[in-house]
């Protein structure tokens, strides 16, 4: 069965950092592009960034205008596993992260929750900005 798994998440406070783990298990991450996406309550899911899969030859990452310069997502190959580093958080981005999955895309990975499958989401890892 394929299985996304996210981790990582905690309560920190404004301006902290936070390293968000997604593993997967029943296939090998590397080969798909891997987005990271939020659900803050009140509003619909958005996406966040992205990283294309190791065999792509277009744009390795995608990122939302509002955390260009503060997240980043990288893979450990080694690990299998993507992980999206976020560093002066708001309270605003209060939520749940999730990953999901998709091999679909042979250049630049998408940022958009319509574009990944269905059936590889993980089930999200809570994220609280408080202080």
């Known amino acids: 069965q394929l299985q996304l798994v996210e981790s990582g998440g905690a309560l920190v406070q404004p301006g902290g950092s936070l390293r968000l783990s997604c593993a997967a298990s029943?296939?090998?991450?590397?080969?798909?592009?891997v987005g990271w996406f939020r659900q803050v309550p009140g509003k619909e899911r958005e996406g966040v960034l992205c990283i294309s899969s190791i065999n792509s030859s277009g744009d390795l990452t995608n990122y939302k205008d509002s955390v260009k310069g503060r997240f980043s997502i990288f893979r450990d190959s080694a690990k299998d596993r993507v992980y999206l580093e976020m560093n002066n958080l708001k309270p605003e981005e209060t939520g749940v992260y999730y990953c999901?999955?998709?091999?679909?895309?042979?250049?630049?990975?998408?940022?958009?929750?319509?574009?990944?499958?269905?059936?590889?989401w993980g089930k999200g890892t809570l994220v609280t900005v408080s202080s």
């Open positions: 999901a999955a998709d091999q679909s895309y042979r250049g630049a990975c998408p940022v958009d929750v319509d574009a990944y499958r269905k059936d590889l």
């Open positions: 029943g296939f090998i991450l590397d080969s798909y592009a």
